[in-house]
T-cell receptor, first 112, second 116 residues
Framework: AQSVTQPDIHITVSEGASLELRCNYS??????LFWYVQSPGQGLQLLLK??????LVQGIKGFEAEFKRSQSSFNLRKPSVHWSDAAEYFC??????????FGDGTTLTVKP | NAGVMQNPRHLVRRRGQEARLRCSPM?????VYWYRQLPEEGLKFMVY????????ESGMPKERFSAEFPKEGPSILRIQQVVRGDSAAYFC??????????????FGNGTRLTVT
């Protein structure tokens, strides 16, 4: 069965600092990987996805993620965080049926 | 093009009552997924439906919970005889049909169920 681990429950960074959110997955076949962001009281918005090809993928809002098969990781990065990036971030792995399994999320706090 | 619409946004039920949550997928989307989010937790898969068919209900509790996606109208998640532990945010997601690679899910804003 597929699974996702996000080791960091809560991360605090200063505005303008760089950010990396960790994600490790377990899946038997080629994974379909996603990062979503959730603002309070809202649904999830897709930031980026990886299916195949270039292991560094670019997403919206200046985010990028790197797929590392040897480490079963798909970490999310942003070079310079803005106060509006404060939210909860979810990593997910999808299967061939379109079903996604989510991690428990990482809450990002941005200090002024 | 409207996104995934869920209603109601907030639902309060007393223990023992029934809760009905509705989800209208995006136009052109024929795949619907229901997820539950408990406080301080991630999203847990409940059920995956296509029109008039339940494809995967491996995440649904065995009792009191049911889901449908009729030929016409929204998908419905129904919880009978609600208990306090059912209090959560319930999210619906949809996707269009695909050939080889499943597309990302489009999420609604959720229904927050409170059982008193």
């Amino acid at each position: 069965a597929q699974s996702v681990t996000q080791p960091d429950i809560h991360i605090t960074v200063s505005e303008g600092a760089s950010l990396e959110l960790r994600c490790n997955y377990s899946y038997g076949a080629t994974p379909y990987l996603f990062w979503y962001v959730q603002s309070p009281g809202q649904g999830l918005q897709l930031l980026l996805k990886y299916f195949s090809g270039d292991t560094l993928v670019q997403g919206i809002k200046g985010f990028e993620a790197e797929f590392k098969r040897s480490q079963s990781s798909f970490n999310l990065r942003k070079p310079s965080v803005h106060w509006s990036d404060a939210a909860e971030y979810f990593c997910a792995v999808g299967d061939d049926a379109g079903k996604s399994t989510f991690g428990d999320g990482t809450t990002l706090t941005v200090k002024p | 093009n409207a996104g995934v619409m869920q209603n109601p946004r907030h639902l309060v039920r007393r223990r023992g009552q029934e809760a009905r949550l509705r989800c209208s997928p995006m136009k052109g989307h024929s795949h619907v997924y229901w997820y539950r989010q408990l406080p301080e937790e991630g999203l847990k898969f409940m059920v995956y439906l296509q029109k008039e068919n339940i494809i995967d209900e491996s995440g649904m509790p065995k009792e009191r919970f049911s889901a449908e996606f009729p030929k016409e109208g929204p998908s419905i998640l129904r919880i009978q005889q609600v208990v306090r532990g059912d209090s959560a945010a319930y999210f619906c997601a949809s996707s269009p049909p695909w050939l080889q690679i499943p597309p990302p899910l489009h999420f609604g804003n959720g229904t927050r169920l409170t059982v008193t």
